[in-house]
């Protein structure tokens, strides 16, 4: 086998874990590593190490968050497994975002060079098979709930400091869990965003696709990742959040 030969294999673009577990819930993490596999320009998007260790290439610790929260919930939990700056699975395929070239000041050469067919071979090999598997999990239980959970930095370049621990997003479309979660974890004393740092509603994300389209209970959790860059971190917010989103959920009657 040459070199070229083993470019060419996939590993599979996602982790699940505790697909059988019982609970209504699934969690999600879209944003869950940096790995950009080889046949993606040797493996190397052309920016530093350090770029590639921060936020922009990933969501720091919301991958051991999402899996000690499913641990607690007893939940499946379905994480990517390449960077969203090699393709962004929390966007739809038509959004212009789905393939950055410049973020939070870095600029991505292997994306700037990056034509249609680059976008369509990143599509069929990493983004549409992660979201065929998170839309299997989500069909397995017929009461199905939708937690996704992502993290946040603490302060994009030359903005201010972001002051929540925790944001928490959802749709106006379905309002059902999003601002009682929010209320919850106000009343713990977190300084809680209500769909911030972001907007809690985009076309075509996760979210919209697996959970608005379908009518199921769904929010998004972020946390700030100062606050969850070490398995201590994790598993302390996973115990904070996995009793407040079963109240949450069972008091909705969703």
């Given at each position: 086998m040459n070199a070229h030969d083993t470019d060419q294999i996939d590993t599979p673009p996602f982790t699940i874990e505790g697909e059988d577990r019982p609970s209504r819930w699934l969690v999600t993490c879209d944003h869950a590593t940096n790995r950009v596999p080889p046949w993606v320009n040797g493996g190397d998007l052309g920016i530093a190490a350090p770029d590639m260790a921060r936020h922009i290439a990933y969501d720091v610790g919301a991958a051991g968050l999402a899996s000690a929260l499913a641990r607690r919930l007893d939940a499946p939990v379905i994480r990517s497994d390449f960077s969203r700056l090699v393709i962004d699975p929390n966007r739809g395929e038509d959004d212009p975002t789905l393939l950055m070239r410049l973020y939070d000041g870095t600029v991505i050469p292997a994306n700037r060079r990056a034509d249609g067919a680059e976008r369509e071979r990143r599509l069929d090999r990493l983004y549409r098979p992660y979201h065929r598997e998170l839309a299997r999990l989500a069909?397995?239980?017929?009461a199905r709930a939708i937690c996704?959970?992502?993290?946040?930095?603490?302060?994009?370049?030359?903005?201010?400091?972001?002051?929540?621990?925790?944001?928490?997003?959802?749709?106006?479309?379905?309002?059902?869990?999003?601002?009682?979660?929010?209320?919850?974890?106000?009343?713990?004393?977190?300084?809680?965003?209500?769909?911030e740092p972001y907007s809690g509603h985009l076309d075509g994300d996760s979210i919209d696709t697996h959970a608005l389209a379908h009518g199921r209970p769904n929010l998004l959790i972020e946390v700030r990742n100062d606050l969850i860059r070490d398995a201590g971190g994790q598993e302390l917010?996973?115990?904070?959040?996995?009793?407040?989103?079963?109240?949450?959920?069972?008091?909705s009657g969703a």
């Amino acid at each position: 086998m040459n070199a070229h030969d083993t470019d060419q294999i996939d590993t599979p673009p996602f982790t699940i874990e505790g697909e059988d577990r019982p609970s209504r819930w699934l969690v999600t993490c879209d944003h869950a590593t940096n790995r950009v596999p080889p046949w993606v320009n040797g493996g190397d998007l052309g920016i530093a190490a350090p770029d590639m260790a921060r936020h922009i290439a990933y969501d720091v610790g919301a991958a051991g968050l999402a899996s000690a929260l499913a641990r607690r919930l007893d939940a499946p939990v379905i994480r990517s497994d390449f960077s969203r700056l090699v393709i962004d699975p929390n966007r739809g395929e038509d959004d212009p975002t789905l393939l950055m070239r410049l973020y939070d000041g870095t600029v991505i050469p292997a994306n700037r060079r990056a034509d249609g067919a680059e976008r369509e071979r990143r599509l069929d090999r990493l983004y549409r098979p992660y979201h065929r598997e998170l839309a299997r999990l989500a069909a397995a239980h017929p009461a199905r709930a939708i937690c996704a959970v992502h993290s946040f930095t603490p302060q994009l370049k030359g903005r201010p400091l972001r002051p929540w621990l925790v944001g928490i997003l959802y749709s106006h479309r379905d309002e059902r869990l999003g601002p009682a979660m929010v209320q919850a974890c106000r009343a713990r004393g977190w300084i809680t965003g209500d769909n911030e740092p972001y907007s809690g509603h985009l076309d075509g994300d996760s979210i919209d696709t697996h959970a608005l389209a379908h009518g199921r209970p769904n929010l998004l959790i972020e946390v700030r990742n100062d606050l969850i860059r070490d398995a201590g971190g994790q598993e302390l917010w996973a115990a904070r959040l996995a009793p407040v989103l079963e109240s949450v959920l069972t008091d909705s009657g969703a």
